[in-house]
C-alpha cells in the first residue's frame, strides 16, 4: 500500500522541476458558504457531511487544482480536544482521506493538511503550555495516520512558531517517506516594509531552518498582504534554499461586513498577482482564506499564460 502513495510522492516532486502544481484554495471558506457555524468543527464535517466535502474537493479539480488538501487543518488531537473530540483524530483524519481520495483523478493529487495546534511547546519560555513529547506524539500520529490513509505528500502549513514547525516536518520525517510540504505564516510590517513569522524571523531565514529540518517543499501561505507579498516573501526564500517553493496567499485583507469575515481580492485582481509569484520562483500556487474555485480558475489561467518557466 505505501509503495504506490510514495512513488505519486515522487512523481510530483520530479514534476516541480519543469512544470508549476496548482494547489485548490480555501477549505474553511467553503465550509462556512456551505453551512458550518462559527464554533463548529471542521474535521466533523468528514463524519457527518462527507458530501459537502466531496463537492468542495471536485469544485476545486474543476477549476484547475493539480493538488487538494485534505479537511484535516485541525486535526490534531490537541486541536479537536477543544471540541471534546481529541479521540476522533485517527477516525476523521482517516475518512478525510478517504473524502479526497474518491474524487481526485489519475494525475492529480492529494494532500494531508497539518495545521498548527493552537498551544505552544514547553520549550518556548515563559509561554509554552504542552510538553514537547506530547506535541511530537500529536504531529507523529496525524501525519502515520494520514500517510497510511493514502495521501500522496503532507502539507504542514499555516505554521507561526519555528519550533512548532520542525517538530512537525521531524515526526512526519519519521513516519513516511512521502514528500513534506511546510509553509509559514508571514506578517506584513507595513513601518519597515518587512515580512516575518510572528516569532520574528524572515523568510529568508524560514526557508534555512525548513530546508535543515527535512522539508521537501517551502514556501508561505495565509498571511498579509496577499500575492503582492507572497512575490516578495517567495524571492527571498528563493535566494536561501533550494527546495522547490509553494505560495498560497489569502484573498487580500479580512474584513467584517454583517457579521461575516470577507475578503478584498475578487478572482481576477488576485491572479494578477502570481505571474510575479512564479517569477520569484514559486513552483506550487494557490490560495488561502477568503479563495473559491472561481480564484483557483483564474489562477490556473494566470500560469498558463506565465511566460517563464524552467
Given amino acids: 500500500m505505501s509503495r504506490p502513495m510514495a512513488s505519486r510522492g515522487r512523481e510530483l516532486l520530479e514534476r516541480l522541476r519543469t512544470e508549476v502544481l496548482i494547489l485548490d484554495g480555501a477549505m474553511g471558506t467553503m465550509l462556512f458558504e456551505a453551512g458550518l457555524r462559527d464554533g463548529g468543527c471542521p474535521e466533523l464535517w468528514n463524519e457527518t457531511r462527507p458530501e459537502a466535502i466531496r463537492e468542495i474537493h471536485r469544485a476545486y479539480l474543476e477549476a484547475g487544482s493539480d493538488i487538494v488538501e485534505t479537511n484535516t487543518f485541525g486535526g490534531t488531537r490537541l ?3 477543544a471540541y471534546g473530540l481529541a479521540d476522533r483524530a485517527r477516525d476523521l483524519n482517516r475518512r478525510a482521506v478517504e473524502i479526497a481520495r474518491s474524487v481526485c483523478p489519475p494525475g492529480k493529487y492529494v494532500a494531508g493538511s497539518i495545521g498548527p495546534t493552537g498551544h505552544l511547546p514547553d520549550t518556548v519560555e515563559p509561554l509554552g503550555d504542552v510538553p514537547l513529547e506530547e506535541f511530537r506524539a500529536n504531529f507523529t500520529e496525524q501525519a502515520a495516520v494520514l500517510a497510511a490513509s493514502g495521501v500522496d505528500l503532507l502539507a504542514i502549513e499555516t505554521m507561526m512558531v519555528p519550533e512548532e514547525a520542525l517538530i512537525a516536518i521531524r515526526a512526519a520525517r519519521e513516519v513516511t517517506d512521502l514528500p513534506v510540504m511546510c509553509t509559514m505564516f508571514f506578517k506584513y510590517g507595513r513601518e519597515k516594509d518587512i515580512d516575518r513569522t510572528l516569532w520574528g524571523s524572515s523568510p529568508a531565514e524560514a526557508a534555512r531552518f525548513l ?16 500575492p503582492d507579498r507572497a512575490a516578495v516573501i517567495i524571492r527571498e526564500m528563493r535566494e536561501a534554499t533550494t527546495r522547490p517553493l509553494a505560495a498560497y496567499p489569502n484573498a487580500g485583507l479580512p474584513r467584517l461586513v454583517d457579521d461575516r469575515t470577507v475578503y478584498d481580492l475578487p478572482p481576477d485582481e488576485m491572479a494578477a498577482g502570481y505571474p510575479a509569484i512564479l517569477d ?3 513552483r506550487i500556487v494557490g490560495a488561502c482564506c477568503g479563495s473559491t474555485p472561481a480564484h483557483i480558475r483564474q489562477i490556473a489561467a494566470a500560469v498558463r499564460g506565465w511566460g517563464g518557466g524552467t
Avoid at 211 to 226: K, L, Q, S
Wanted: aromatic letters at 0%; a negative charge; proline letters at 0%.
Fill in 79 to 81: 486541536k479537536l480536544a
Fill in 211 to 226: 530546508t535543515d529540518a527535512g522539508a521537501d517543499i517551502v514556501g508561505c501561505n495565509c498571511g498579509e498582504g496577499g
Fill in 280 to 282: 520569484a520562483g514559486a
